[in-house]
């Protein structure tokens, strides 16, 4: 018991300004509160009352990243400003996100059974908040946002993934989309997608590893697109179960087609790729 004792108060020593999750995960849904009155605690109605709000918020960031400096290179107190000074584009991105689940969805009866039920809004909507502190240069805190709506959605988005607009995932268990991934405008992403890596040393892990999705893509439940200089052209539609580890054209259509299995050629699957540019 003593030697157990003696590593646990060196861990706690070595740890002396590590941010709680719980700190981290309050400060998330904080920001989401104020950007979505769906997930408030409080309401804001008068515009003092929000600009307090985001003073509150903005003063709570501060002293984080102070307690933490070792996770930044900036000063807190500016990056916090910082945060809040750009946190209208990530309000008016996730609005077009809301936009555009909706318009996909046909199931959806209003913007608020979206923002309240859907768990490809928060995943997303976790995404945003986390990768505007990843590209002010905060280093853990986006990832402990985004797991954090990992854990509560069964999306995983790295925080430092780049996503264009009108970014829709659909029912959303299962999602992967790695760190180095691109995804342009209006895709489309529906459950059990994995946007991955292909094996790599861990040495090579600053280089691009994970897939690139052009625009107007729509990519159905269980596919797996790998690797990092795998393109998926713009306007394509990657069918379900489909395994994809080279680019595909833009305006083409991929799905996998079960054939019955021949003792000679030993086949029993096989992807057909549809170009209609």
Known sequence: ????????????????SCPSPKVI??????????????FATESLKEPVQVAEKIEELKHKLSQILILNRHLHKGEGPEIADAFFQKLE????????DVQALFEGDPAAKSITEVIRCYPGFYAVAAYRI??????????LIPRMITEFSHSKT?????????????????????IVIGETTEIGNHVKIYQGVTLGALSVDKEDADKKRHPTIEDNVVIYAGATILGGETVIGRNSVIGGNVWITKSVPA??????????????????????????G
Do not use: W
Request: glycine share 8%; proline share 4%.
């Open 1 to 16: 018991m003593e030697s157990l004792i003696n590593k646990l108060s060196r861990s706690h020593r070595d740890c002396p």
């Open 25 to 38: 995960h309050s400060f998330f849904e904080n920001v989401l509160g104020l950007l979505f009155p769906d």
């Open 89 to 96: 584009t990530v309000y008016d991105l996730l609005q077009k």
């Open 130 to 139: 986390a990768n505007l502190l990843h590209r002010l240069g905060v280093g």
């Open 154 to 174: 069964g999306v995983d988005i790295h925080p430092a993934a780049k996503i264009g607009e009108r970014f829709c995932i659909d029912h959303g268990t299962g």
């Open 251 to 276: 305006n083409s259509k991929i799905y996998y087609q079960a054939k019955m299995y021949n003792p000679v050629s030993s086949e029993t699957e096989t992807y057909i790729i549809k170009n209609e």
